[in-house]
Nanobody
Framework: QVQLVESGGGLVQPGGSLRLSCAAS????????MNWVRQAPGKGLEWVSA????????YYVDSVKGRFTISRDNAKNTLYLQMNSLKPEDTAVYYC??????????WGQGTQVSVSS
């Protein structure tokens, strides 16, 4: 059974930092692209970042470039999102998502990030 479990969310002041983790199990983690997607309260889903399954190329939505860093540790089957210089508009539930050739993709349950003064 494929499972993705996010952790590391919490409440932080604007300008602060958080590091999210996603523990993966039930599949060969190193073979898949991984993504972070977020959903703010009452709003739609927004893709945030991705990392490939090879050389580790990374991709970001413009609004987080220079502030967020996606990484992975294949030996630990873990995906990370380092979030610095957090803004109130970053408040959302953050989901770890495994990409496959065919839908549906696999999602974790999410972890809440709240940025507030």
């Amino acid at each position: 059974q494929v499972q993705l479990v996010e952790s590391g969310g919490g409440l932080v002041q604007p300008g602060g930092s958080l590091r999210l983790s996603c523990a993966a199990s039930g599949f060969t983690f190193s073979k898949y692209w991984m993504n972070w997607v977020r959903q703010a309260p009452g709003k739609g889903l927004e893709w945030v970042s991705a990392i490939d399954n090879g050389a580790g190329s990374t991709y970001y939505v413009d609004s987080v470039k220079g502030r967020f860093t996606i990484s992975r540790d294949n030996a630990k089957n873990t995906l990370y999102l380092q979030m610095n210089s957090l803004k109130p508009e970053d408040t959302a539930v953050y989901y770890c998502v495994r990409a496959t050739y065919w839908l549906p993709w696999t999602w974790g349950q999410g972890t809440q990030v709240s940025v507030s003064s």
